[in-house]
């Protein structure tokens, strides 16, 4: 499809682009022992015991990670409480088990030990066919979801994401400590994905064909057993009419995670009511941006994608609220995203009030019991 075809048949008013689309949001959340603080293979057990709700909950590839995911939603209100009860039922459900609920990129505190994995066939392949690589398990990440009506839709939105995926990263990261170490990251969780053949940010795409050509390539080159493995940063999604963002880290509270859905919902109507595809960043200079996201998060500096500079992390988060601020307005979302991200500017990212609870105590287990009550919160 031609850029003149694509801007006429997505080309919409700010208004009923954001009409067209709704949310959902999953969660990635590792289970600790209280008492040790350290991963506990509990999933099982914690699953077992929770039904007659409303909610979503999984298993996912590692015993010491559960996973929720939302409903459909179109209001953030819907969406803050429905992630607020999943996490409440999951934390209750845990700690019933001796365990702590956290939502953290990454462990804080480890024992070197081989993480055990869900004991299916898929997951069992998956350690045969990529081997040491699945000892950086367990990471947790936050994927938002954008139900869109078409493919090529999907993919001018993939696009547009594309170009902001290292400010997303530097917003929702929330990963600075694994395995009883400060990394000196924000989202080491970032850098530990990227590792796997499938991942990191995708190609700039001409149309959807081009998008499932080159996803048939990946995994015809082994790299991706099956599309549920094209671990891309933002990608369709494998089961469902979406656009899934797939760059952050878990977002500390229901909060954070309501900011990061609201931006990407941002970013899709307003790319829909430009029509335009999207800048074009080589990968030569997405891949440093993204590295530099990982590294600083929202309180360092950033890499501007249009001068190439860096500027502060904060200030590219400011141009991005400023671009999509028609769509904010017409969802009934800008008031909540000025207010949450002046916030995370005031108190830092996920990464930075990690940072902060050890500078308060000096001890990562006081880390980890800040994350056990934070990831319950429902602010």
Same mark, same amino acid.
């Given at each position: 499809?031609?850029e003149?075809?694509l801007g006429t048949?997505?080309?919409l008013?700010?208004?009923?682009a ?6 959902g949001?999953e ?12 991963l ?5 057990d914690?699953?077992s ?6 909610h979503?909950?999984?298993a996912?590839i ?9 409903g459909?939603?179109v209001s ?7 992630l607020?009860?999943?996490?409440r039922v999951?934390a209750?459900?845990?700690?019933r088990h001796?365990s ?5 990129g ?11 994995l869900t004991p299916?066939p898929?997951y069992?392949?998956?350690?045969r066919e990529f ?16 139900g869109l009506p078409?493919d ?12 902001w995926l290292p400010?997303?990263?530097?917003i929702?990261?929330?990963?600075p400590?694994?395995?009883?170490t400060d ?8 850098l ?7 991942a990191?940010?995708p190609?700039w795409f001409?149309?959807?064909?081009d998008?499932?050509? $080159? %996803?048939?390539?990946v995994i015809?080159s +082994? &790299? #991706? ?5 094209l671990y891309?940063?933002?990608? /369709?999604?494998a089961h469902?009419?979406t656009v899934e963002?797939?760059?952050s880290?878990?977002?500390p509270?229901p ?5 990061l859905?609201a931006?990407?919902r941002?970013?899709?109507a ?5 029509g335009?595809r999207?800048r074009e ?7 440093p941006?993204l590295?530099?996201?990982a590294?600083?998060?929202?309180e360092g500096?950033g ?8 500027a502060p992390?904060a ?7 400023r ?6 307005e017409?969802a009934?979302?800008y008031?909540?995203v000025?207010e949450?991200? $002046? %916030?995370?500017?005031?108190d830092?990212? +996920? &990464? #930075?009030?990690?940072?902060?609870a050890f500078?308060r105590s000096?001890? /990562?287990?006081?880390?980890?019991r800040?994350?056990?009550?934070q ?5």
């Amino acid at each position: 499809m031609s850029e003149a075809q694509l801007g006429t048949r997505h080309h919409l008013s700010t208004a009923a682009a954001v009409d067209l689309l709704t949310v959902g949001v999953e969660e990635e959340f590792l289970l600790v022992d209280k008492e040790s603080g350290w991963l506990a293979d509990r999933a099982p057990d914690v699953l077992s015991d929770i039904g007659g709700h409303e909610h979503d909950l999984q298993a996912e590839i590692a015993l010491s990670q559960v996973e929720s995911a939302s409903g459909i939603c179109v209001s953030m209100t819907d969406l803050h409480r429905q992630l607020s009860d999943a996490r409440r039922v999951l934390a209750d459900e845990a700690e019933r088990h001796g365990s702590w609920l956290i939502a953290s990129g990454t462990p804080v505190l480890g024992h070197g030990r081989p993480n055990a994995l869900t004991p299916l066939p898929r997951y069992s392949r998956i350690t045969r066919e990529f081997r040491a690589l699945t000892g950086d398990l367990p990471v947790c990440g936050c994927h938002v979801h954008v139900g869109l009506p078409d493919d090529e839709a999907r993919i001018l939105v993939c696009n547009h994401l594309r170009y902001w995926l290292p400010t997303l990263l530097a917003i929702g990261a929330n990963s600075p400590y694994a395995n009883n170490t400060d990394t000196g990251y924000a989202s080491w969780r970032y850098l530990m994905w990227s590792r796997w053949p499938s991942a990191g940010a995708p190609p700039w795409f001409d149309s959807a064909a081009d998008y499932y050509a $080159a %996803r048939e390539r990946v995994i015809a080159s +082994g &790299a #991706a057993l099956d599309i549920g493995m094209l671990y891309w940063d933002v990608r /369709l999604s494998a089961h469902q009419p979406t656009v899934e963002l797939r760059v952050s880290d878990v977002a500390p509270t229901p909060a954070d995670a309501v900011l990061l859905a609201a931006l990407v919902r941002g970013i899709a109507a307003t790319a829909l009511a430009s029509g335009a595809r999207g800048r074009e960043v080589p990968q030569h200079l997405l891949r440093p941006a993204l590295w530099r996201a990982a590294r600083d998060g929202l309180e360092g500096l950033g890499v501007d994608l249009v001068t190439g500079h860096l500027a502060p992390a904060a200030d590219l988060a400011g141009a991005l609220v400023r671009w999509i601020r028609p769509a904010l307005e017409v969802a009934g979302d800008y008031e909540l995203v000025d207010e949450s991200l $002046a %916030r995370l500017v005031l108190d830092g990212c +996920g &990464a #930075a009030r990690q940072r902060a609870a050890f500078a308060r105590s000096g001890s /990562l287990d006081e880390v980890v019991r800040f994350l056990g009550a934070q990831t319950r919160s429902v602010r």
